[in-house]
Nanobody
Framework: QVQLVESGGGLVQAGGSLSLSCAAS????????MAWFRQVPGKQRELVAA???????YYTNSVKGRFTISRDNAKNMVYLQMNSLKPEDTAVYYC?????????????????WGQGIQVTVSS
């Protein structure tokens, strides 16, 4: 059974930093795309950052220069370092993986999901 488990969320003041971690088990994702999505109530799930199996990265415009996605394939882990956080970054963040080398901006293209973790940025 494949599981993705996020950790590291919480409450932080604007301008602060948080680091999210995602531990994968049940299969290896070293050749697969991994991503971080976020969702706020009433809105669609949004792709924040993604990394292909070879490590090419994608960031949505609003987080470029502030967030960094990284992966440790040996540990089957994916990370999201979030700096200079803004109140509009407040959301539930989800780790996602797909059985494909390439990332997708479409959440429905992902096969595996974590349970989500709350990130709250206060002004």
């Amino acid at each position: 059974q494949v599981q993705l488990v996020e950790s590291g969320g919480g409450l932080v003041q604007a301008g602060g930093s948080l680091s999210l971690s995602c531990a994968a088990s049940g299969r290896t994702f070293s050749d697969s795309a991994m991503a971080w999505f976020r969702q706020v109530p009433g809105k669609q799930r949004e792709l924040v950052a993604a990394a292909t199996g070879a490590g090419s990265r994608y960031y949505t415009n609003s987080v470029k220069g502030r967030f960094t996605i990284s992966r440790d394939n040996a540990k089957n882990m994916v990370y999201l370092q979030m700096n200079s956080l803004k109140p509009e970054d407040t959301a539930v963040y989800y780790c996602a993986g797909r059985g494909s080398y390439f990332y997708s901006t479409d959440a429905t293209r992902y096969d595996y999901w974590g349970q989500g973790i709350q990130v709250t940025v206060s002004s």
